[in-house]
């Protein structure tokens, strides 16, 4: 009888817990609760973002799609000023093609490419280390239209400025893609 009461109010404690919301049962219930690591440690919440229009894009140094840093900060050039930003995370999951520490990373991507957009901390974007950013943006509970694994460097998401997941463009989609721009412009309005 005792150890019945034990368990039932430690029910009770953890519903009151998880309605408050001092337990996190899952990543994130939202874009803007998740938080990353800035290359120096630090971490800010994706909620700084708040307003803007997104595009989250998986990176690499050593890729085939490297070069899409260019077009990536071309983008980032043309419509910051509007509200937009490129959010780059650098991973090594796929052939280690982003080995280098995020210092390297971070000079590699100034240096070789002029870029200027947020480069974050080397995370993962799948498997059991997937960071909770990733795996919100390709679970079908968070993200039913565009859910899916990560399939290679340079997936890309277009986030709207509520935190809406707009639309999601493969490592082959050039950023310059005239839909690409289209769903950007379109975003902005």
């Not at 930003?85 to 210092?103: H, I, K, R, T």
Request: net charge positive.
């Amino acid at each position: 009888m005792m150890k019945h009461i034990e368990i039932k109010k430690i029910l009770v404690i953890m519903a009151i817990m998880l309605l408050a919301g001092g337990i996190n049962m899952v990543y994130s219930t939202q874009l803007y609760d998740i938080n990353v690591q800035k290359t120096d440690g630090s971490e800010i919440k994706l909620e700084s973002y708040k307003g803007k229009v997104l595009l989250i894009v998986n990176t690499a140094s050593k890729c085939g799609f490297t070069k899409q840093y260019d077009d990536l900060q071309a983008l980032y050039d043309r419509f910051g000023k509007d509200g937009f930003v490129v959010l780059g995370f650098p991973a090594n999951n796929f052939m280690n093609q982003e080995p280098g520490s995020d210092e390297e990373i971070q000079n590699f991507c100034r240096l070789n490419f002029g870029v200027s957009f947020p480069v974050f901390a080397k995370i993962s974007v799948r498997g059991k280390k997937i960071h909770p950013l990733y795996k919100y943006l390709t679970e079908k509970s968070s993200n039913p239209k565009h859910s899916g694994k990560i399939s290679w460097n340079f997936n890309k998401f277009l986030i709207g400025r509520n935190g809406e997941i707009l639309d999601r463009y493969s490592s082959a989609t050039n950023p310059q893609d005239k839909d690409v721009i289209a769903a950007i412009e379109k975003a902005l309005k």
